[in-house]
Nanobody, 126 residues
Framework: QVQLVESGGGSVQSGGSLRLSCVIS????????LAWFRQAPEKEREGVAA???????SIPRSVKGRFTISLDKAKNILYLQMNSLRPEDTAVYYC????????????????????WGQGTQVTVSA
């Protein structure tokens, strides 16, 4: 069973940086999608970065140039480096996974993950 445990959230001022980590266990498939999502109060959960087992990444325009996703395969840790943070980045951030799935090479789209961590709060003050 896939288990995902996030850490690294906290409170920062606008313009600051945070790095989120997600320890992954139980992911046995050689093909997989890993992603970071976030959910702000009264808003829908949205994807902010994804990476797959062949190294493709997908970053939406809203955070492109500020957020970077990376995977340490040796340690089974997924990272989200967040720079130039803004108050609108305030949300609970979730690590997510979908075995046997990849990012579409043309569109950058991907299927909704089916395994989720418990989330970590990120708060950015003005």
């Amino acid at each position: 069973q896939v288990q995902l445990v996030e850490s690294g959230g906290g409170s920062v001022q606008s313009g600051g940086s945070l790095r989120l980590s997600c320890v992954i266990s139980g992911l046995t498939s050689t093909t997989y999608l890993l992603a970071w999502f976030r959910q702000a109060p009264e808003k829908e959960r949205e994807g902010v970065a994804a990476i797959d087992s062949v190294g493709r990444t997908s970053i939406p325009r809203s955070v492109k140039g500020r957020f970077t996703i990376s995977l340490d395969k040796a340690k089974n840790i997924l990272y989200l480096q967040m720079n130039s943070l803004r108050p609108e980045d305030t949300a609970v951030y979730y690590c997510a996974a979908r075995p046997n799935s990849l990012i579409d090479a043309d569109s950058g789209g991907y299927l909704y993950p089916d395994h989720w961590g418990q989330g970590t709060q990120v708060t950015v003050s003005a």
